[in-house]
């Protein structure tokens, strides 16, 4: 089974220049989630989504930021215009329901988009 | 608002010794995680935890949780080189939108 899918794997682009960061999900997961990892802050939950539907976006840093999850397989994480404080790996994870009492159901996470902004 | 701490943040051990790595959490929680992370790579789901009490065992690595206590352990025994990485623990808690959080991370180093 294939794990969750992200793209690109690496992204080198000058400050003010749109970035779009992709993601497939693992096949059947309803919920979808996007991070951002820094030395500074750690892993930060940006936004979550469940059956397409965003559902917490307040770990977004601003409005430069924002999510889409068109379909069932299929999200994107864009920065438009981008600055070099956005540099961070950014994941995306699934699971395959949304938090259920009892359920024992880890988030499954992707390798991950190294994000440099020069 | 949830907080969770991690400690140590750093270890360095040798191998076949035995270590600890504590993870509290500030806010009642309904589901705890650790994860690996190994340099460049992805998180890797360790363990689930979902109740007092809860232990969980995979090889060299135990995990444990006391929900009163709000506190989990991630127990080593016998270290080895292979378990170096990064092992963060994470809180949700299922009232509030799936409100995630992680700990910073305690970055593990088992030399020969």
């Known amino acids: 089974d294939a794990g969750v899918i992200q793209s690109p794997r690496h992204e080198v682009t000058e400050m003010g220049q749109e970035v779009t960061l992709r993601c497939k999900p693992i096949?059947?997961?309803?919920?979808l989630f996007w991070y951002r990892q820094t030395m500074m802050r750690g892993l930060e939950l940006l936004i979550y989504?469940?059956?397409?539907?965003?559902?917490?976006d307040s770990g977004m840093p601003e409005d430069r930021f924002s999510a889409k999850m068109p379909n069932a397989s299929f999200s994107t994480l864009k920065i438009q215009p981008s600055e070099p404080r956005d540099s961070a790996v950014y994941f995306c994870?699934?699971?395959?329901?949304?938090?259920?009492?009892?359920?024992?159901?880890?988030?499954?996470f992707g390798d991950g988009t190294r994000l440099s902004i020069l | 608002e949830l907080k969770v701490e991690q400690n140590p943040l750093f270890l360095s051990m040798q191998e076949g010794k035995n270590y600890t790595i504590y993870c509290n959490y500030s806010?009642?929680?309904?589901?705890l995680y650790w994860y690996r992370q190994d340099p460049g790579k992805s998180l890797e789901s360790l363990f689930v935890?979902?109740?007092?009490?809860a232990v969980k065992q995979e090889g060299r690595l135990m995990a444990s949780l006391d929900t009163k206590a709000r506190l989990s352990t991630l127990h080593i025994t016998a270290a080895v080189h292979d378990l170096s990485a990064t092992y963060f623990c994470?809180?949700?808690?299922?009232?509030?939108?799936?409100?995630?959080?992680f700990g910073a991370g305690t970055r593990l180093t088992v030399k020969p």
């Open positions: 994870a699934s699971s395959p329901d949304p938090p259920q009492e009892y359920s024992n159901q880890p988030q499954h």
């Open positions: 096949s059947g997961h309803n919920s």
């Open positions: 989504f469940n059956n397409n539907v965003p559902i917490d």
């Open positions: 806010t009642t929680s309904d589901r």
């Open positions: 935890l979902l109740s007092n009490g």
């Open positions: 994470a809180v949700d808690v299922l009232y509030n939108n799936n409100d995630m959080r």
